[in-house]
């Protein structure tokens, strides 16, 4: 039986990701599949579309509108984010859909929770791990009042519908997972976190670039701290 999901691909120029992690990818057990592309210019459309697989495009350029054209063109109870890039494991598709049958509203692959590993554990200056642990630990004194989440940032997630359109997103670029997840605190939603192994990118470049992706979140931070998004009710486990 098919999780009630809708399995969205991330796509930008990911050509050799897709192709290599293709096959480990369990589109069989979805519900549906929509592929969001921002441009690809690199074989990544066509590849996708001989498989058989919906496109769609985006209007105006970002991972934060990426997140909701995938809302909007979709109808799963569930919505679970996935870039064919190399940094996320297949298996880990459907252990995040089980956190969702077992009553989460958001659940979030973390590189940080023990047993994972994180792209720069291997570096001598791991500035985006430290950047990333530094502002979950900001969402966590600041907003959460359940247990501890290791990782606020990791796009390779899945929600609730019901919870997605809550939390009225509205970040346009790569914080929307932050904005995501401070957001579910504030509103006492359910997170849970499954252990997840970055691997090394497959190809292409980061479209994250570490200087304008840390402000972006510094924003959303100040934002999230000076009123931003209230929420009082939890969504239910539908």
Known sequence: M?????????TLNEIEGIKALYDEIPFSQMEEVVVVDGGST???????????????????????????????????????FFSPDGNEDPADITRLLDKLEGGA???????????????????????????????????????????YVTDTINGFRAIRREAFNKLKLTETR?????????????????????????GDRIGGESKALSIPVGLGHLKILIQELTGGFSAKSKTGGA
């Open 105 to 147: 509203d958001l659940a979030i692959a973390s590189r940080f929770a023990s047993g994972a590993r994180n792209e720069e554990d291997e570096s001598a200056f791991p500035l985006r791990l430290w950047a990333n642990k530094t502002y979950t630990w900001l969402a966590n004194k600041f907003f959460n009042r359940g247990p």
């Open 42 to 80: 690199d074989g990544t459309v066509e590849f996708l579309q001989e498989k058989g697989l919906r496109i769609v495009g985006q209007e105006k350029k970002g991972r934060g509108e990426a997140f909701r054209v995938a809302e909007r063109n979709s109808k799963s109870r569930w919505l679970i």
């Open 174 to 198: 790569f914080p929307i997972e932050y904005q995501m997840t401070t957001r579910s605190m504030k509103a006492g939603f359910k997170i849970a976190e499954i252990p997840t192994r970055e």
């Open 2 to 10: 098919a999780y009630p999901a809708c399995l969205v691909l991330l």
